[in-house]
Antibody
Framework: QVQLQESGPGLVKPSETLSLTCTVS????????WSWIRQPPGKGLEWIGY???????NYNPSLKSRVTISVDTSKNQFSLKLSSVTAADTAVYYC????????????WGQGTLVTVSS | EIVLTQSPDFQSVTPKEKVTITCRAS??????LHWYQQKPDQSPKLLIK???QSFSGVPSRFSGSGSGTDFTLTINSLEAEDAATYYC?????????FGQGTKLEIK
């Protein structure tokens, strides 16, 4: 059974870059799409974007200028970078696996809370 | 961007009751509508994909229907463990979007 685990700093200062990694275990990162989704405290879900294991990406236009998703197949990991963060970027960040681009994620990580504050 | 509007925002129900949650899309999305259950401090769990297909391991009391712009999640014979927030999600066009959520409270 595939498992996903997010990791990274829980506190980021305003204007800095948020960096998170999702480690995939129990299966290969190859042949799948990998997504980041976030949820501000007490609010709904927001799709950030996804990456194919080969490296092709799609991002939410509302975040596109600040987001980079990358993949490291040798480590079975993929990563999220979000630049110039503000308090509005405070959220639980989830990584998830998609079988294909339009297919809903059936496997999610447990999520990690990132707070943007000085 | 496609906007998904769920109703109701909140519902208080008794065990064994039948529950219906609706999701309306701002434009036609075919059957590319999915439903998730999220309990406090947990990640969302996929219940229904493509409007009516049950995801692996989901109890049979959960079902979905609809196409185009109007969709429904039905929970038959509600159980106490079904207390959660339910979200719809469209993957028809980018950016993918989610509904605002429906919180289900068990009396």
């Amino acid at each position: 059974q595939v498992q996903l685990q997010e990791s990274g700093p829980g506190l980021v200062k305003p204007s800095e870059t948020l960096s998170l990694t999702c480690t995939v275990s129990g299966g290969s990162i190859s042949s799948y799409y990998w997504s980041w989704i976030r949820q501000p405290p007490g609010k709904g879900l927001e799709w950030i974007g996804y990456i194919y294991y080969s490296g092709s990406t799609n991002y939410n236009p509302s975040l596109k200028s600040r987001v980079t998703i990358s993949v490291d197949t040798s480590k079975n990991q993929f990563s999220l970078k979000l630049s110039s963060v503000t308090a509005a970027d405070t959220a639980v960040y989830y990584c998830a696996r998609l079988a294909a681009a339009g297919i809903p994620p059936g496997h999610w990580g447990q999520g990690t809370l990132v707070t943007v504050s000085s | 961007e496609i906007v998904l509007t769920q109703s109701p925002d909140f519902q208080s129900v008794t065990p064994k009751e039948k529950v219906t949650i609706t999701c309306r899309a701002s434009q036609s999305i075919g059957s590319s509508l999915h439903w998730y259950q999220q309990k406090p401090d947990q990640s969302p769990k996929l219940l229904i994909k493509y409007a009516s297909q049950s995801f692996s391991g989901v109890p049979s009391r959960f079902s979905g229907s609809g196409s185009g712009t109007d969709f429904t999640l039905t929970i038959n014979s509600l159980e106490a463990e079904d207390a959660a927030t339910y979200y719809c999600h469209q993957s028809s066009s980018l950016p993918q979007t989610f509904g605002q959520g429906t919180k289900l409270e068990i009396k």
